[in-house]
Each structure stands twice: as structure tokens, then as C-alpha cells.
């Protein structure tokens, strides 16, 4: 995955440079998750083959504004379509209650939900991106313990190590991720 990130990383640095190529692969590796969640938000296929392309016109003219510090360019390119989706059904709506016409598609509610989703799929995902940057015993202890469902005990048997190694490992990756996380937050 860190080798499609670096990838995505440098054909946006040709897009900057004009390359319409670079854009097609980007555009051929995202379309259809960026068409899948305004699908999901919109409820409208049509409204959702808007948004997509909105989305990839904002790529090519704002491709500056990504900030790989930040974030994976996928979560980024996701977040765009997110807001964009939303933007494009709040529009719809004051455009259908000025005719006095009903629009059909999801509820404020069902956006929300959709919003709260994706919030949570890109904590996620974020987390993840935490976890690269711990040194691997401690990433492992992390995984097994909080992923693996496995006690401190089982950990220490399993890895082969001291109880007391386990717990440390642990205590130190946690506070590791709580630092990088306020930081960012």
C-alpha cells in the first residue's frame, strides 16, 4: 500500500507539470471509489456521475492542496468527494424546495449517517497510517493485543517474551500514537 502512496504522490507531481497521463491513471485507480461513496451519499447515480467528475476537476486544478503529511492521497481524494457530495445534495435541495418540488434521495439524517461513516472509516484508516511510523515490536504488540484480541499473557506467549516486555511495549506504543495523534489533531 505505501508503494501505491508514493506512486499516487508522484503523479501528482506530474499533474502539476500539466501530464494528462498522470491524471488518467489517477483518475483510472479512483474513479470508481470516489463514483461508489457519492453513490452512497446521493442515493442518485446521476448526481453521483457529477460529483465524480467535480471531484477530478478539483484534482487537476487544486492538486497543490494535498498535504501527503496529512494523510494517504486516497483518504484525501475520499474526503473531497465526501464534501462534495454533501455540497452537491444541499444544492439540489434549495434548488427543489425553491420549485416547491420534493427531492428524491437520502434524508438530512441518512446524510449524516453516511458523513459519521465515513469520519469513522477515515479515523481508521488514519490510525493505520499511525501505526506504520511505530518501531515494529511495538506496532505488533499494538496489532495483536487491540486487533488480535489477544491478552497480555497470550501476547508475552505467543511472542515469546517477558510479561513485563509486553506491557512496556505496549504502554509506549499507546502513548506514541495518543502523541502523533494530538499532534496532527
Given at each position: 500500500m505505501g508503494n501505491t502512496q508514493t506512486d499516487d504522490v508522484r503523479?501528482?507531481?506530474?499533474?502539476?507539470?500539466?501530464?494528462?497521463?498522470?491524471?488518467?491513471?489517477?483518475?483510472?485507480?479512483?474513479a470508481n471509489a470516489v463514483y461508489s461513496m457519492a453513490l452512497r451519499i446521493t442515493r442518485d447515480p446521476h448526481l453521483a456521475e457529477e460529483v465524480t467528475q467535480d471531484v477530478f476537476m478539483k484534482l487537476w486544478n487544486k492538486h497543490h492542496l494535498y498535504n501527503e503529511k496529512r494523510g494517504r492521497f486516497g483518504t484525501w481524494l475520499l474526503s473531497i468527494t465526501r464534501?462534495?457530495?454533501?455540497?452537491?445534495?444541499r444544492y439540489e435541495n434549495r434548488r427543489?424546495?425553491?420549485?416547491g418540488e420534493e427531492l428524491e434521495g437520502p434524508t438530512h439524517q441518512e446524510v449524516r449517517a453516511a458523513q459519521a461513516d465515513h469520519d469513522l472509516w477515515e479515523r481508521g484508516q488514519h490510525l493505520r497510517m499511525l501505526l506504520d511510523h511505530l518501531p515494529p515490536e511495538q506496532r505488533q504488540v499494538v496489532e495483536l493485543a487491540y486487533f488480535g484480541g489477544l491478552t497480555?499473557?497470550?501476547?508475552?506467549?505467543?511472542?515469546?517474551?517477558?510479561?513485563?516486555?509486553?506491557?512496556?511495549?505496549?504502554?509506549?506504543?499507546?502513548?506514541?500514537?495518543?502523541?502523533?495523534?494530538?499532534e496532527e489533531h
Open positions: 503523479l501528482l507531481q506530474q499533474i502539476g507539470n500539466g501530464d494528462r497521463d498522470a491524471f488518467q491513471t489517477l483518475y483510472r485507480r479512483y464534501f462534495a457530495a454533501i455540497d452537491r445534495l427543489f424546495r425553491a420549485t497480555h499473557r497470550e501476547l508475552a506467549e505467543r511472542l515469546g517474551i517477558p510479561l513485563g516486555t509486553v506491557k512496556s511495549r505496549l504502554r509506549l506504543a499507546l502513548a506514541k500514537l495518543r502523541d502523533m495523534w494530538l
